[in-house]
């Protein structure tokens, strides 16, 4: 099949011949890829004014949902693009974490971007700012989409994940994509955009494929756009010297080389179960996806003691892996993507057998055994581990090889582990093994300023450990230096790269109206009918209730000490809480003024008011004594529709103030309320 292109909401097709792609099993012919004759500038300007309008209608908890919808329509779905991710040479395992585990990015995507995201078409970032003496001027930060494309330039190794962990933040950012897949597995993406096409749920404009080459797609960026890109760093650094990304300075997220390494500590002995987790571990990255991960172990870093127990149990456990067509009953590893990218591995190991000794496997195919399919035309090779003398001047620290390549480096103490997970120079991942929390706090607060991410692992969390080599959407997937400085995924995170973080200055009431956020020192709205008794429809921003006032006694202190059994000094003895730098004699607890503040402002009768769940921010302020009488102000700050519920969430600013006007206690209240 000749591949197409996705651009301006139509099905493009050059009619020039372009690339063969090969199945990485059997060779014979999978798909032809070419992308001439692509109008590039008008997919951009597609882009940015149709989808970018499109998408930025919607808030980010509706974005959220469409993400879900797609999600599940996808899941559904998900036999068709297993059966064409054979033909990448992947196991049912190596397509299940490409194809499942990039579906579900979708789904943990729209779960945070409605839990930790407003209903709202801007963000904010952090507190208010009070920077005036009178409260007049005040500031507060925002996070707002930008208005251009992203244009997401993936790696041939994860197709689908790479491709939707890519979009999934851009999209809830509110930000329409351009995807270009690299070629030798573009088949396997252009099926996955053919259905989210087909589903209908993504807006006009929000996603857009390129299959062939990029053309001049990166001459016409803009300070609006940002450019995502997974791929060697050579490559990287070439498209980031773009003459347009430089002059418009055009965000560049790069996600490159990774020499990862995983360090068993000095106290795991060959008997233990850290061990033989270890060794699993290493096994594992080494043969998953035939090692064709930027997360897979490069470099086994052990102590120098240990090498050789470490090297016979991974060559007992690697020469148990059976190599062949993954459509075999049996077959742990099947092939690389293509003879091109076997080629391009065996480059490496020559580079690697140079300066170290293989100690395991061979580089001549022509002794493989492979089950099912035929050597010569697939593109296999066997694993290969190997070890080096001197670990300080190893090629081992330089060199990847893309494929199922380890390098066993010795060391002698935990300083000289740190040094040798350095010379990686920024990696994405870095794992730590040991039974002993003062050696992995030494390890990982040493190594961590050259990962994106570390794993420690021990027996305790070793049954629901997602192991070294799966980046997950909760977390950072990028690294320092070498890797790239890109900060992939990471939550929300990962969308705000995709947003313009802004700093507002004005009056509150002129901040409130823009933010839709009740701003300390607007004007509040006091009305006859209590908060509580209206809907959540019925509630704005500003609505507000002053109570009446309370006068604390040295009984209520006493009386809330014996029902909560809270007897701190300072609540019961005079003569102590004097002798206490911070009071001036026995002061009220205080969690008995959030008590009491809820006696002031609650309203009791059955109404809109569902359910309290919760407290943000609690502060308390000045001490407070018997014989201070305390007052609430109880404001509606903020309102969070939910889309597919009868209810909203209400967040209400609540300030407690004593009989001089002074604060004593604030905090944020969560309610749910009905519509």
Known sequence: MKLHSYAAGEWYQAAASGQRLRHAISGAEVAEISSDGLDFAAMLAYARHTGGPALRQYTFHQRA????????YLMERKDVFYALSAATGAT???????????????????????????????????????????????????????????????????????????????????????VKPASQTAYLAELMVRHIIESGILPLGALQLVCGNSGDLLDHMTGQDVVSFTGSAATGIKLKQTPAIVQNATRFFMEADSLNCAILGRDVLPDSAEFELYITEVVREMTVKA?????????????????????????????????????????????????????????????????????????????????????????????????????????????????????????????????????????????????????????????APYHGRMLVLDQQGAAESTGHGSPLAHLIHGGPGRAGGSEEMGGIRGVKHYMQ?????????????????????????????????????????????????????????????????????????????????????????????????????????EGPVLANYGLDNLRFAAPVYAGDELQVQFTCKQKVKRETENYGEVRWDTTLVNQRGEVVANYDVLTLVAK
Request: hydrophobic residues 45%; proline residues 5%; glycine residues 8%.
């Open 92 to 178: 049912r395992t190596d397509s299940w974490i490409d194809i499942e585990g990039g579906i579900s990015t979708l789904f943990i995507f729209s779960s945070k971007g409605r839990r930790e995201m407003p209903n709202a078409n801007l963000m904010l970032d952090g507190p208010q700012e009070q920077i005036s003496r009178n409260g007049t001027f005040t500031a507060q930060h925002i996070y707002t989409p930008i208005t251009g494309v992203a244009v997401q330039i993936n790696a041939f190794n994860f197709p689908c994940w790479g491709m939707l962990e890519k979009l999934a933040p851009a999209f809830l950012a509110g930000v329409p994509t351009i």
């Open 291 to 447: 090692g064709q991960k930027c997360t897979a172990i490069r470099r086994v870093i052990v102590p120098a003691e240990r090498l050789d127990a470490v090297a016979t149990a991974l060559s007992a456990r690697l020469s148990a892996v059976t190599i062949g067509d993954p459509a075999q009953d049996g077959v742990r590893m099947g092939a690389l993507a293509g003879l091109k990218q076997r080629a391009a591995v065996m480059d490496q190991v020559a580079k690697l057998a140079a300066g170290n000794e293989i100690i395991f496997g061979s580089q001549d195919i022509n002794q493989l055994a492979v089950q099912g399919a035929d050597a010569a035309n697939g593109a296999f090779m066997a694993p290969l581990l190997l070890a080096c003398n001197d670990p300080f001047n190893t090629c081992a620290h330089e060199v990847e090889a893309f494929g199922p390549v380890s390098t066993l480096i010795p060391y002698t103490n935990e300083d000289e582990a740190i040094a040798l997970a350095a010379l990686g120079k920024g990696s994405l991942v870095g794992s730590v093994v040991t039974a002993d929390p003062m050696v992995a706090r030494t390890l990982v607060v040493g190594a």
């Open 65 to 72: 949902l469409m993400l879900k919808a797609l999600a599940q």
């Open 501 to 605: 973080r802004t700093a507002l200055q004005g009056s509150p009431d002129m901040l409130q109206a823009i933010t839709g956020s009740w701003m300390q020192g607007a004007q509040r709205t006091l009305a006859s009918k209590h908060p509580f008794q209206k809907t959540f429809d019925e509630l704005a921003v500003g609505d507000a209730l002053i109570t009446a006032k309370r006068l604390i006694t040295l009984r209520d202190i006493t009386d809330f000490a014996e029902l909560s059994g809270d007897k701190f000094y300072a609540h019961m003895d005079e003569a102590a809480a004097q002798r206490n730098p911070f009071f001036e004699g026995r002061v009220a607890h205080g969690y008995f003024l959030v008590s009491l503040a809820a006696g002031l402002f609650v309203w009791p009768d």
